[in-house]
């Protein structure tokens, strides 16, 4: 909503694995998965520790969220930040229908709202690593809220269809470099796929709460969809008091002298990080889990107001009742997916979403609708937590911030990307193409994350950069074995 750069070789790490097991040819378990017997434990070095405080040693544990002591205020900040973050997207949605209507635009140019943001997260994608460098923590703080205000001011004020699509790229650059930044941060700490989860789970309060106030003030009360954008000023006012007083002391020359600390004196730039496979690939699968949960959470109403001929407040509930689903699923499922491994509990999250999904999809009633996309917003919830712990864990440390940064950025432009696709494709086929897109989405995020190294068993992805494993390398060593299985019985 962070590929390496071992100190051997990729192929000499291969050849001394192949050397030594080359007389006992493994099991399909044996190459699809990590052998955790072989796991050691990651012990806690200032490679792996996260961004420090001014003055603090590298050379210290990982940080917690509550040390040192200053940490719980800004971890509360980034918990606060990404409430507002998920107000904005949240809201989107439960307003689309009314803004359409005010405007007399269609599906397509209504779409243009998701499409535009795309280009704010984009750029801060590309000068996330630069505004770190340069300003630190700090300098997020202070552009992040600025660039939300920048936006949300002048559409207080309804301007013309015309101009909303140039005022959403602020929002989106501002919500862009929060994103990669709190991710990045808070993946390096303790406990990341807990923290990670109440962080994203925050991000899913806001998207719970959005559409209900802004339902409430369009439907209930009377008001025009562009007043509850005096109450996201007022957050985002907040917000930057908050996020601007806990991090000024995070500037760029503290940044500076940790990256310079565990880097041995040089930088290592984006266009670096960009070259390891592995940025991608996590990259992508973010794209296309945003991309679903927005164009899910963004035209839930629209569909069930068309489709399933529901009332306008029944309609908005729904998609109350899906963030609200995503809040608790990243709560809750963080403290077992750390546990069973990564990359075994996101693919049986990956697989339980596609059936509701068919379900929802396929079952033409309007409460079984509704529970089903509350269950698919439970199941979709810790999927980007998981993938940031992932690249954390597979990555080299120095690669952190630009990585994750980059994957999160990036992929929070699938919150702009696949709605506008829906939206441009209902305008000719209806909004059912929504259901059918999903799926075609989640299927293909499954294929990202199976091509991930690692396993499905715990301690496989650190196993995986212990290793050098790169991209497929279990899909390609069940292959080699399957092939080498059928000469033998030739």
């Not at 998609?319 to 491994?341: A, S, Y």
């Not at 909004?431 to 715990?458: D, K, N, S, Y």
Request: aromatic share 12%; with cysteine.
């Amino acid at each position: 909503m962070s590929a390496s750069v071992p100190m051997t070789t990729a192929s000499e790490a291969r050849d001394s694995m192949l050397g030594k097991e080359a007389d006992a040819p493994p099991s399909p378990i044996q190459l699809a998965v990590a052998d955790p017997e072989k796991t050691e434990q990651a012990q806690t070095t200032d490679e792996e520790a996260g961004p420090l405080e001014p003055g603090q040693s590298s050379g210290e544990a990982k940080q917690k969220w509550n040390s040192p002591k200053r940490n719980a205020f800004k971890f509360m900040t980034c918990i606060y930040s990404f409430i507002v973050m998920g107000m904005n997207d949240g809201a989107v949605g439960a307003l689309l229908p009314y803004m359409e209507t005010y405007y007399n635009v269609t599906y397509t140019l209504i779409s243009l709202v998701f499409l535009a943001p795309f280009v704010g997260y984009l750029v801060a994608a590309l000068l996330n690593n630069i505004i770190h460098h340069r300003f630190g923590q700090r300098g997020v703080a202070v552009l992040g809220p600025l660039c939300r205000l920048v936006g949300y001011i002048p559409m207080a004020f309804h301007p013309p269809y015309g101009v909303l699509p140039v005022l959403m790229l602020f929002p989106g650059f501002g919500s862009g470099i929060e994103d990669s930044a709190w991710n990045a941060w808070i993946g390096n700490m303790e406990s990341a796929n807990e923290l990670l989860g109440f962080l994203h789970g925050a991000y899913g309060l806001g998207a719970t709460i959005g559409p209900l106030i802004a339902t409430a003030m369009v439907a209930k009360a009377g008001l025009q969809w562009y007043v509850f954008f005096y109450v996201m000023i007022g957050c985002v006012v907040l917000e930057a008091c908050l996020a601007i007083w806990g991090f000024w002391d995070a500037t760029g020359e503290a940044y500076r002298k940790l990256h310079l600390a565990t880097t041995g004196g040089t930088r290592t730039t984006t266009r670096t990080v960009l070259r390891d496979p592995i940025v991608w690939l996590v990259a992508l699968f973010l794209l296309g889990y945003v991309g679903a949960e927005v164009s899910l959470g963004g035209w839930i109403v629209t569909f069930m107001l068309r489709v399933r001929n529901a009332e306008p407040f029944a309609a908005g509930l729904t998609v109350t009742f899906f963030w609200l689903g995503l809040t608790v699923g990243r709560v809750l499922l963080g403290f077992i997916t750390g546990r069973i491994g990564e990359k075994l509990a996101i693919t049986i999250y990956l697989l339980l979403c596609i059936g509701l999904q068919l379900l929802y999809w396929l079952v033409p009633s309007f409460v079984a609708s509704a529970v089903f996309v509350s269950f698919l917003g439970f199941f979709l919830g810790p999927l980007f937590p998981a993938a940031i712990v992932a690249a954390t864990k597979l990555l080299p440390t120095d690669y952190h911030v630009s990585a994750i940064g980059f994957a999160a950025a990036f992929g929070g432009g699938g919150a702009a990307v696949f709605p506008f696709v829906v939206g441009a494709i209902a305008e000719s086929k209806g909004v059912e193409v929504l259901q059918p897109t999903v799926v075609a989405i989640l299927a293909f995020i499954t294929l990202m994350w199976w091509g991930l190294p690692g396993g499905l068993r715990p301690g496989g992805l650190e196993y995986a950069r212990e290793h050098h494993h790169k991209v497929g390398h279990e899909i390609r060593a069940a292959f080699h074995w399957f092939q080498r299985r059928t000469g033998n019985g030739e």
